[in-house]
């Protein structure tokens, strides 16, 4: 898609519409992580099949060479991920420009984002927390936990530098003063995760229990086949959800149905939870 916005970040829009959708339908986005494209983040993930199979528009905002030669989100340089600057604005405008010319359905609107895509969306949701009824965060990290290339892969490889809740919740609600509410979070996170540490999964969980007014020994543990589920509600209404997964490395988790899909992203990667459809059930997306 063209003509979107001023587009300050220089990325690029691309968009999946079924042939099929509901009256004001949703709108999900996906942000892929480094070295990948939304068409091989796609064919492993298999989103665009439940974008037709349950009606929802699907934007997959891309990173370009020019802007990142690995291709990674710019989640660490504060110019990118300033209110209504940078890359930041340039997926807000795209966001807008699905929403008016496919009709979506504004309370319906989802985003989720695997490595430097789930670090932008920890941005995005700091940011404009009004814009999303839900977000997930694949092997990301919390929101301001860099501010340069170097800071970002040393806080990458070996976890966020110490900071009490409050300093974590601070930087939230630094961007966000005037934030009325919060769109329910899932952080997920492989315990053999090598290239970001899964202490900055615990970082993330600090920041956003902080942000949001829970405490910690409220959340209710769940011992699951593929690891553990920890829960927190606000109310009863789900706020947060940690999805701490054993054995899987850095990636998305996916129960593979064919070998095409297994080999189609490296960075998609075989699991007996399916993080995708797990999604589907949480944003309440159905058949």
């Known amino acids: 898609m063209t003509g979107f916005g001023s587009n300050p970040g220089r990325l690029t829009m691309k968009v999946y519409v079924p042939s099929k959708l509901p009256v004001k339908p949703p709108l999900v986005v996906v942000l892929h992580g480094c070295r990948q494209t939304p068409e091989s983040f796609d064919t492993g993930s298999g989103f665009s099949k439940l974008a037709t199979q349950r009606g929802f528009v699907l934007l997959y905002p891309e990173q370009r060479e020019a802007n990142n030669s690995q291709r990674c989100f710019n989640w660490f340089r504060p110019s990118a991920i300033a209110r209504d600057r940078g890359e930041l604005m340039s997926i807000r405008q795209m966001i807008e420009h699905a929403c008016a010319r496919h009709r979506i359905g504004r309370s319906r609107i989802y985003i989720a984002g695997l490595s430097a895509g789930g670090a932008m969306t920890s941005a995005l949701v700091a940011t404009y927390p009004d814009l999303f ?126 070998q095409k899909q297994r080999v189609a992203d490296p960075y998609v990667l075989q699991s007996e939870l399916s993080g995708p459809l797990e999604l589907m059930r949480a944003w309440g997306l159905k058949l």
């Open 133 to 258: 009824a839900g977000a997930a965060i694949f092997a990301g990290m919390p929101f301001g936990a860099a501010r340069d290339a170097m800071s970002a892969i040393g806080s990458m490889r070996s976890g966020v530098s110490r900071r009490e809740p409050r300093e974590w919740g601070d930087l939230v609600r630094g961007v966000s003063p005037a934030a009325r509410g919060w769109p329910s979070i899932s952080i997920w996170h492989g315990t053999a995760d090598g290239v970001v540490n899964p202490d900055n999964a615990m970082a993330s969980i600090s920041q956003w229990l902080e942000v949001t007014g829970l405490e910690e020994p409220a959340g209710r543990i769940r011992q699951m086949s593929w690891g553990t589920l920890k829960q927190w509600k606000s109310g009863d209404r789900l706020q947060l959800s940690f999805y701490s997964v054993r054995g899987l490395g850095h990636g998305l988790p996916r129960r593979f149905s064919s």
